[in-house]
Nanobody, 125 residues
Framework: VQLQASGGGLVQPGGSLRLSCAASGRTFSSYTVGWFRQAPGKDREFVASIFRRSGGPYYVDSVKGRFTMSRDNAKNTVYLQMNSLKPEDTAVYYC???????????????????WGQGTQVTVSS
């Protein structure tokens, strides 16, 4: 599946952004989809994931209560609503898709087979 992430930008601390990940190609509803992020000089980090039918979304502790992931299979799109943004949320955000994921693997980047190109999120005053 081909993925296209969008919606990044520059926002002040406390602000909000909504990222989108549009998919094309194979049946999107068959895929588990995740969001990862990578800040300069740091490893890629799991942010959130949602299973193909039910289960989730699941979040890394640092974004719980601030970020909400959702999917619209009819539109082949997943979203990441990010509220109360902090400077430490600054990173390139990637969406990724995979099949055969289980709960114990959703935080691993190597469990996902297809990746979008990334969208920059910068939180700064």
């Amino acid at each position: 599946v081909q993925l296209q992430a969008s919606g990044g930008g520059l926002v002040q601390p406390g602000g909000s952004l909504r990222l989108s990940c549009a998919a094309s190609g194979r049946t999107f509803s068959s895929y588990t989809v995740g969001w990862f992020r990578q800040a300069p000089g740091k490893d890629r980090e799991f942010v959130a994931s949602i299973f193909r039918r039910s289960g989730g979304p699941y979040y890394v502790d640092s974004v719980k209560g601030r970020f909400t992931m959702s999917r619209d299979n009819a539109k082949n799109t997943v979203y990441l609503q990010m509220n109360s943004l902090k400077p430490e949320d600054t990173a390139v955000y990637y969406c990724a898709a995979g099949t055969n994921l289980i709960l114990s693997t959703i935080t691993r980047s190597d469990a996902y087979t297809d990746w979008g190109q990334g969208t920059q999120v910068t939180v700064s005053s």
